[in-house]
């Protein structure tokens, strides 16, 4: 399958692994790219730009084919050392980048310099249309549907892709609630050039983190997602767990009182007991809505290559019948 996004990056399929705090490793990405599609490894995962620099490496190792890296720009006093972690980016020859959070616009011109392909991603059309100007060459379209952080204008992708559509040049995928071929036909359908899947590649025999974290996807339904942190303009989806349910106690209870100190224990450093040891109730953790579409751990391989022939016979078969 060709589109705009294939083209841009260089892949086969349309298919791009979201950024994913401890999970975005060169082992998954590499995994995905050999797959035929994007992999991505999780910049600021890595505590330095030389531990990064290690794992593009790393990844080189295990694929020949394009991967790129994620860069999420916090809103923190002391930011990471994002001219260095750029700078391990293009010396070990990463040409694509994933930008999120803030604006990526003080980095462009040197990405830009280095022949890096940037994809913002984004929660609304106006925050899209940002990125377009600044020059990003794609964005990837986030739905409220998502797992981490939706924005907070609410909008579900069957409304946010279309309007997208209707006002963007380059080329945009869809993420949040994607899945399968049908994720993947929908989306390309209402305007977009591929999609973007973050929960369902972390239920994969390759995603680096422990079975529980998987097995946990794959039990939960489409009801077990909660919006934390929304009275902080922060809004999280993450998995229902005590630790979230203590979470949401506190935010009702203070109310426009809150502050991050008060919840602190249920959201801070808690990605390594969770993603390493397996430890489900340490503290929030991201995961989409989408974990209702889950019941399998494939291969990265099977995955894709299932995605890609059921699509195909959706568009030939089902849709054709239509006619």
Known sequence: MKTRITELFGIEHPIIQGGMHFVGFAELAAAVSNAGGLGMITGLTQRSPEDLAKEIAKCNEMTDKPFGVNLTFLPTVSSPDYPGYIKAIIEGGVRIVETAGRSPEKYMPAMKEAGIKVIHKCTSVRHALKAQAIGCDAVSVDGFECGGHPGEDDIPNMILLPRAADELKIPFV????????????????????????????????????HQNVKDSIVAASELDTRLVMRSLRNTERVLVNPAVERLLAKEQELGKDLKFEDIIEE?????????????????????????????DIPTCDELISSIMSDADALIKERLSNFL
């Open 174 to 209: 869809a993420s949040g609630g994607m899945a399968d071929a049908r994720s993947l036909v929908a989306s390309l359908a209402m305007g977009a050039e591929g999609m973007n899947m973050g929960t369902r590649f972390i239920a994969t025999q390759e995603a680096p983190v």
């Open 267 to 295: 959201v801070a450093g808690v990605y390594p007991k969770i993603m390493k040891e397996g430890t489900m109730d340490a503290g929030a953790w991201s995961c989409g809505m989408v974990a209702g579409l889950i019941n």
